[in-house]
Every structure is written in structure tokens, then in C-alpha cells.
Nanobody, 111 residues
Framework: VQLVESGGGLVQPGGSLRLSCAASGFTFSRYAMSWYRQTPGKERELVAGINGIGGNPNYADSVKGRFTISRDNAKNTVYLQMNNLKPEDTAVYYC?????WGRGTQVTVSS
């Protein structure tokens, strides 16, 4: 099983990024997928989740209205579109599903 995140980087406040997580080694469409984030010294925080068929998206209050989770089961990929980014969104973002975790991708929001 592999979950490989990509799309992180440095962005100015108010900017956008789109994270991707490519999955392999399991039947992707059978599992809900989630995005988490973590900053040093803090617990990992659930950011967004989506069920196996792409429905029932749910979000942390801190990102509602700014982030959108989606998935493409034909590509075994889950996405996190992040708009109007704020400095407090700075974190390592992790993809999770089927009991597995990716290695994370760094998102830094700074001017």
C-alpha cells in the first residue's frame, strides 16, 4: 500500500494550493479518505474527509468554506483544494485511508 501526497509548497496569504494523494495497493473506491495536518508540538488534526463514492464531504470548522475535498476513483487519487490560505494553515498535510498514511507534504503560508 502506498499513499503519496504532492502539491505542497510556499504560498502567500490569500493564495491557493491543490494537494493530491495518489493511492495504490488497495481497492481505493471502497474506502473513505481523509486529509489531516500537523504542526510541531501539536496533535494531528482532521481537516477533511470524503466517503468512497465521493459523497458526504466533511470539514474542520477552521477550513469550512475555504477547502474542498474531492476524489477521482478512476485515478485512485484524492484532492484537497485550499483557497484563501492563512498563515495558520501552515502545516504538514497527510493523506489517510484504509488504515494507512502518506508521508506528508509541507504547506507554508507566509508573505
Amino acid at each position: 500500500v502506498q499513499l503519496v501526497e504532492s502539491g505542497g509548497g510556499l504560498v502567500q496569504p490569500g493564495g491557493s494550493l491543490r494537494l493530491s494523494c495518489a493511492a495504490s495497493g488497495f481497492t481505493f473506491s471502497r474506502y473513505a479518505m481523509s486529509w489531516y495536518r500537523q504542526t510541531p508540538g501539536k496533535e494531528r488534526e482532521l481537516v477533511a474527509g470524503i466517503n468512497g463514492i465521493g459523497g458526504n464531504p466533511n470539514y474542520a470548522d477552521s477550513v469550512k468554506g475555504r477547502f474542498t475535498i474531492s476524489r477521482d476513483n478512476a485515478k485512485n487519487t484524492v484532492y484537497l483544494q485550499m483557497n484563501n490560505l492563512k498563515p495558520e494553515d501552515t502545516a504538514v498535510y497527510y493523506c489517510s485511508g484504509a488504515g494507512f498514511w502518506g508521508r506528508g507534504t509541507q504547506v507554508t503560508v507566509s508573505s
